[in-house]
């Protein structure tokens, strides 16, 4: 069974740019999370993706969009970076939108944002 | 609005000690709540899920407990080995929302 990937595992980009975070599920999950979580605070919920559309957001601006593709993977852009995106940014996958189903983490793409 | 929080924020314990860690949630209206841990840098890893019907989940030596109406968890962790140093976050899912996270609290296991 594979577990849920990042890429890059890490990534320094300047103020202004835009940046596009990569992630495959765990084999058999068609629900995608992401998360930001900035340094020594608990991750804060982005947005999820199930069968290719976004399925609930958290407090996030529009500049911060995703994907989900027909093979469950996803991907996170960010545009205009601001200084404050530097983070930690990790994706989640699971069985399914369903109510009890536990979140399976990737090691997360570490964002510096100069 | 849930709100997660978690005490201590940091706890530093001698290898065999026994230990609780504290998790705390404003809105009883949950699903569920989950533990994981996460190593410097690093993703999160998950620990045990309790259902919101459950009162407790055991996993090796770990047990978590659930009281609901009171709106907290905590995890014991038996026996502490330094390889169990990390920090461990619990996570909240409520009704019609996606899980929401505590802060963590950070465990060092002195050997």
């Known amino acids: 069974e594979t577990g849920v990937t990042q890429s890059p595992t890490h990534l320094i980009k300047t103020r202004g740019q835009q940046v596009t975070l990569r992630c495959s599920s765990q084999?058999?999950?068609?629900?995608v999370s992401w998360y930001q979580q900035a340094l020594g605070q608990g991750p804060q919920f982005i947005f999820q993706y199930y069968r290719e559309e976004e399925n609930g957001r958290g407090n996030f601006p529009p500049r911060f969009s995703g994907l989900q593709f027909p093979n469950y993977s996803s991907e996170l852009n960010v545009n205009a970076l601001e200084l404050d995106d530097s983070a930690l940014y990790l994706c989640?996958?699971?069985?399914?939108?369903?109510?009890?189903?536990?979140?399976?983490f990737g090691n997360g793409t570490r964002l510096t944002v100069t | 609005k849930q709100e997660v929080t978690q005490i201590p924020a940091a706890l530093s314990v001698p290898e065999g000690e026994n230990l609780v860690l504290n998790c705390s949630f404003t809105?009883?209206?949950?699903?569920?709540l989950q533990w994981f841990r996460q190593d410097p840098g690093k993703g999160l890893t998950s620990l045990l899920l309790i259902q919101s019907s459950q009162r407790e989940q055991t996993s090796g030596r770990l047990n978590a407990s659930l009281d609901k109406s009171s709106g907290r968890s905590t995890l014991y962790i038996a026996a502490s080995q330094p390889g169990d140093s990390a920090t461990y976050l619990c996570a909240v899912k409520g009704y019609g929302q996606n899980f929401v996270f505590g802060p963590g609290t950070r465990l060092s296991v002195l050997p």
């Open positions: 809105d009883s209206a949950i699903y569920n």
């Open positions: 989640a996958s699971s069985l399914s939108t369903g109510n009890n189903s536990p979140l399976h």
């Open positions: 084999s058999g999950h068609n629900t």
